[in-house]
């Protein structure tokens, strides 16, 4: 149907515009996108309504079909408590905007996102924090992207035990030109025994990992990287890091992960930013593509403020010879964990870190007939193997509860937080024995 202000649905200007690039339908440009994942129909959308009540009143049919129940979803996007004052902040019209800010319209979103890298550097013990990326997914791809520029390889090992949505982002946005090979899991549901040459760009980790163990074999792989000039790239989630031991200190040298759980709500799948961080080597900073705030002197001599540094390196300045394509920053979550991490401190981080350790544990035991892994540490998230995953998701919704995210036909992720009440959890394990009973 053509559209009278879209230029490009009238056919002849499609025709002409798809001739220019060289291929003869749309439908070429989502050639990446598998099968399984598109809709393959019009979208079942209403007639148009004729008055906006009656699409409030539309939407408002929508909402109420939601369900309250007790949720032990997780699996990347994590329900933490958000203090007010995050959701205040970010909502004041001066940071609320996705993007990064310029120098004439700034408003102080420059310090607020230097005071947020200077405190997310301290926590993760790195030198140098970008300003944050879209989310955790493309923070991992971006960091291997790095690894490959840097050691000028083009091939990475990545931990088998990583979920299925972010293994297939990274097969995208490495593609076509960075090769992935995958590592075993071993029975612990750590990373198993890996081997590696002098043709690897990095090995990839995480920790906690999807099944929310939490590595201790990081030094180990760290030797093994740098042993063959490859470099150690771990992906870590930055709540958990009051407790567990930054990834810098035993040897990554790029560290990456998503700061969903620094004061954003789940919000129907998020609130997400990636972050990306390293020590102050300049041939490493240099192959970041995203900004970088910092102190940086002014026009006046002597003077300084905060802002851009080391601006050369991004497509901002280099265009299309960037390293990447950058863009519009989840800068307003940037701001948004910066007053979180200022409200906790390093005590608030270290005790909300080990009541979530506890409360995993404590919800393990409670459902230790199923547990995996039970010999290994747990950070907020742990997997229980049952007779049919599917069947007891409906069981336990029928109950009025999420009982956690299914990974396989077998397998249930279960996440475990500092809002899960032992009650709460003495009712997930009651409500599973009843339902496999």
């Known amino acids: 149907m053509t559209h009278p202000y879209i230029p490009n649905a009238e056919p002849g200007v499609r025709a002409e515009m798809l001739a220019a690039i060289g291929v003869e339908s749309v439908e070429e440009f989502y050639a990446d996108i598998p099968a399984e994942l598109r809709l393959g129909r019009p979208l079942d959308l209403p007639a148009p309504f004729v008055a906006e009540q009656d699409l409030i009143r539309h939407m408002d049919g929508l909402f109420g079909r939601n369900r309250q129940a007790l949720s032990f979803l997780g699996h990347g996007c994590y329900p933490h408590h958000v203090p007010a004052v995050c959701d205040e902040v970010n909502s004041r019209s001066e940071f609320l905007t996705a993007y990064a800010g310029e120098p004439y319209e700034d408003h102080g979103r420059f310090q607020a996102l230097f005071e947020y890298v200077s405190m997310m550097g301290e926590l993760l013990e790195m030198d140098v924090v970008n300003v944050p990326t879209y989310d955790g997914f493309q923070a991992s791809g971006t960091a291997l992207r790095m690894a490959a520029r840097y050691t000028k390889r083009n091939k990475v090992l990545i931990t088998g035990a990583i979920g299925a949505d972010k293994l297939s982002k990274l097969r995208d946005f490495l593609a076509p030109d960075i090769a992935i090979e995958l590592a075993p899991v071993g029975a612990d549901g750590e990373i198993g025994e890996v081997a590696i040459d002098g043709t690897y760009a990095a090995i990839y980790l995480e920790t906690p990992n999807v099944y929310g163990v939490v590595e201790t074999r990081g030094k180990e792989l760290a030797e093994l990287a740098h042993a063959h000039g490859a470099l150690l790239v771990v992906s870590a989630d930055p709540i958990s890091l009051g407790v567990l031991a930054p990834p810098a200190a035993y040897g990554a040298d790029i560290v990456c992960g998503d700061i969903q759980s620094l004061g954003m709500h789940q919000s129907f799948g998020g609130g997400h930013a990636g972050f990306i961080a390293t020590q102050d080597h300049e041939p490493l900073v240099a192959e970041f593509p995203s900004r970088l705030f910092g102190i940086a002197p002014t026009k006046v001599p002597g003077e300084y403020g905060f802002g851009d540094v080391y601006y050369d390196r991004t497509s901002f300045a280099l265009r299309e010879e960037g390293k990447e394509w950058v863009g519009t920053a989840a800068a307003l979550w940037g701001i948004t964990a910066g007053v979180y991490l200022a409200l906790m401190g390093p005590n608030g981080m270290r005790e909300l870190g080990e009541t979530v350790l506890a409360r995993t544990r404590y919800a393990m035991d409670a459902l230790a007939p199923y547990t995996l892994h039970t010999d290994a540490i747990h950070f907020r998230e742990f997997a229980i193997r049952v007779p049919d995953a599917q069947a007891l998701l409906d069981g336990l919704l029928a ?27 003495d009712r997930l394990a009651a409500a599973v024995k009843e339902v496999l009973a």
Do not use: A, P
């Not at 995210?405 to 009440?421: K, Y």
């Open 399 to 425: 109950r009025d509860i999420f009982g956690g995210v299914r990974l396989d036909d077998t397998t249930v992720l279960v996440c475990v937080t500092e809002r899960h009440s032992i009650d709460d959890i």
